[in-house]
């Protein structure tokens, strides 16, 4: 079992070995992986992640819908609201089908939306693995747009999975707390948990990394 204290260790190290920069640098987890044969397909993560302790640059939610939820959508923090209408007018525009898919991280659809989200975005949508959570009409789309804020995906078919932890400006022990919740999680999803751990490195975004063994971390 990975433990924190030694994952606090390896984030204090790779603050301490950063190099400052004029803007605001992201901690970032890599998940280094072994004995899993990925050319036999035994690996397949993809999953959403809810941070224990959120970033102030949260992830950008993009919600997909009509009538009542579209508005209730708008009147709360989500990053885009589009009207299903819209997904027509880019259908067969691929530069403007790519640049909606790019610029956010989770996308919340109407589940009367699916389908033509599916023809028009999901050639886009799918190899990014964002498809969109359908909701209905009277789902509680503020708290849905409020907890996907707090999310970072990470996905992978090879022997390294890198997602972000957080804010250069945030403790050191939420840091480690958000890398042990993505390890976890991860670990949960390989075929011989945490066998199949061979190390992690964390570092800021634009620094020097900074591993850590498996061996190490428990």
Excluded: H, W
């Amino acid at each position: 079992m990975v433990k924190s204290q030694p994952i606090i260790d390896t984030v204090k190290k790779a603050r301490s070995v950063s190099t400052k920069r004029k803007f605001k640098q992201s901690f970032e987890l890599v998940i280094n992986l072994k004995d899993i044969d990925v050319k036999k397909n035994q690996l397949n993560v993809n999953e959403t992640i809810f941070l224990p302790n959120p970033p102030q640059n949260t992830s950008k939610v993009c919600v997909i819908a009509s009538g009542d939820l579209s508005l209730r959508a708008g009147k709360s923090d989500a990053d885009q609201v589009l009207e299903i209408d819209k997904i027509d007018e880019i259908s067969g525009d691929k530069r403007s089908a790519r640049k909606i898919v790019n610029s956010y991280d989770f996308f919340l659809a109407e589940t009367s939306a699916m389908s033509k989200i599916g023809k028009v975005l999901g050639k886009f949508l799918g190899p990014k693995g964002r498809m969109p959570l359908p909701i209905t009409q009277t789902s509680p789309i503020e708290n849905l747009i409020s907890k996907y804020k707090t999310a970072v995906r990470i996905r992978g078919r090879t022997l390294s999975l890198a997602t972000k932890l957080g804010d250069e400006d945030m403790d050191d022990e939420k840091i480690a707390e958000n890398a042990l919740s993505v390890i976890n999680t991860v670990t949960s999803k390989l075929p011989n948990n945490e066998n199949n751990l061979k190390g992690f490195v964390i570092k800021l975004s634009m620094s020097p990394p900074v591993s850590i063994s498996a061996q190490e971390a428990s």
